[in-house]
């Protein structure tokens, strides 16, 4: 997405296709959408995640990576490693075609770029 403020509408809806029973109340104006591909657009110049998109094979470098995690569309970490290093190969085959999240952490910050599984 592009930077920018943007007018969001969400409808929650459970593991069962139901509408909740509760009430909600609708947020105008409430997300603004940042460089998608970093918290820290820097630090993403020292961090590669390649290749992109992907068929399962991610390979991530960066000085002193203290932990690596990958977060599928619903948010549920997938897989982690906290092993200290400063590459990664990692394989992410058996998860579905789709878009993920990986988040990098190393002493000088912490990055999130998107990746697409083929």
Do not use: M, R
Not at 54 to 61: A, F, K, L, Q, Y
């Amino acid at each position: 997405s592009t930077q920018g403020t943007y007018n969001v509408s969400l409808t929650a809806i459970n593991e069962n296709g139901e509408y909740p029973k509760y009430d909600y109340f609708l947020a105008e104006n409430y997300i603004t959408i940042n460089d998608f591909s970093s918290v820290n657009p820097e630090f993403s110049k020292v961090c590669a995640i390649y290749p992109n998109p992907s068929t399962g094979i991610v390979n991530i470098e960066a000085n002193d990576i203290k932990s690596v995690s990958v977060y599928n569309a619903l948010g549920q970490e997938i897989y982690v490693n906290n092993n200290e290093t400063n590459s990664l190969t990692i394989d992410l085959s058996s998860f579905e075609k789709g878009n993920y999240i990986v988040n990098i952490v190393t002493e000088k910050g912490k990055v999130s770029q998107g990746i697409t599984l083929e």
